[in-house]
């Protein structure tokens, strides 16, 4: 077999390339160690930038995001008991966030492929990258008892984290970076109606809490945990009861509540590796970096990823130049690194520190009073909530 770009992991990173891909006319072909099913079932967050809005509309996949999702104009800030809106809409010159499952992103990337008859490989076991430091690169993997193999110009790694992809690059070659904070979220998903129509991020003595959603008729709740609590030892009733316990009054007493549709703890880090490019390998999302969930940049950062690579590519077959090629590691970083500070900024603004006791509260107060009445403070949330603009 042979391809233009082969493209490890076909989770929303991966898909969003080879959609982009397809339309610049480039060949590609995605490895999935995971059924697509498994990849379907992942529960994500799902708050989209207008740059991933941009970049799905450029794909051709936007139009049930645009029909289904939620547009965000604001955010509440929750403490002391209070709550306050930041206007990210007025304060960022226009732009807003939309509300679209990454669930439902995935969703409509896979059925896009599939319509294009576009080639993912599912269960690929094994997945080997070969010579990507010269120039005929090539990935080998197992399916069904069988060594395959696929000759490319060029290697996408974005499959996570945990993929080979950042494993295959020799150890002295890249360095990273990394922050594990102390404590984790523990999520629980509901079909109930949201507490309120825009988010809410709560800063409390006993700890953070976020109420988000997914539809009308469908909440995202979170509330800040021990890394030693475990997601089973957690009734319905006493999740709720903690969230409860962390609201103000009035969304207290509108909180609706109902069975958990899927209930797990998350640990949070930040974590880069750098450089995101090794010849022709390019890393792109969170097998590159990771940000915690508190500034809803995950996805975000690895659909930025995918736009540079992208121009890039297209840059190198229509016009035979590799500049993007080139930039595209300090180009993305430069993003990257932005986004990290804003997530660790707002990570630590809002949860509670085992370190840092009653003083480390009564300075977050204080901070969170200063953003919220301060025109500049609140205008630098709000920009980089909504996303800062992308360098193409």
Known sequence: MRTQVAIIGAGPSGLLLGQLLHQAG???????????????????????EQITMDLLAAAGVDQRARAEGLPHDG???????????????GLSGGKRVVVYGQTEVTRDLMEARAAAGLTTIYQAADVQLHDFDGASPSVSWTEDGQRQTLQCDFIAGCDGYHGISRQSVPAGAITEYEKV???????????????????????????FALCSQRSATRSRYYVQCNLTEKAEDWSDEAFW????SRLDPEAAEQLVTGPSLEKSIAPLRSFVAEPMRFGRLFLA?????????????????AASDVGY?????????????????????????????KAERFSWWFTSLMHRFPDTGAFGQKIQEAELDYLVKSHAASTALAENYVGLPAEW
């Open 75 to 89: 955010i509440e800030l929750l403490f002391k008991g209070q709550r306050h809106r930041i206007d990210l809409h």
């Open 26 to 48: 480039i060949d590609n072909v995605i490895l999935e160690r995971q059924s697509g099913d498994y990849v379907l079932g992942r529960i994500r967050a799902g708050v989209l």
């Open 241 to 244: 009861n903690e969230l409860r």
């Open 309 to 337: 690579l992208w121009h890039a590519l297209r840059e190198f077959y229509a016009d035979k130049s590799t500049s993007g090629i080139d930039h595209y590691s300090a180009t993305c970083l430069r993003r990257v690194w």
């Open 285 to 301: 999302g969170d097998a590159a970096h990771i940000v915690p969930p508190t500034g809803a940049k995950g996805l975000n950062l």
């Open 181 to 207: 904070y102390p404590f984790g979220w523990l999520g629980i998903l509901a079909d109930v109606p949201p507490v309120s129509h825009e988010l809410i991020y709560a800063n409390t003595e006993r700890g």
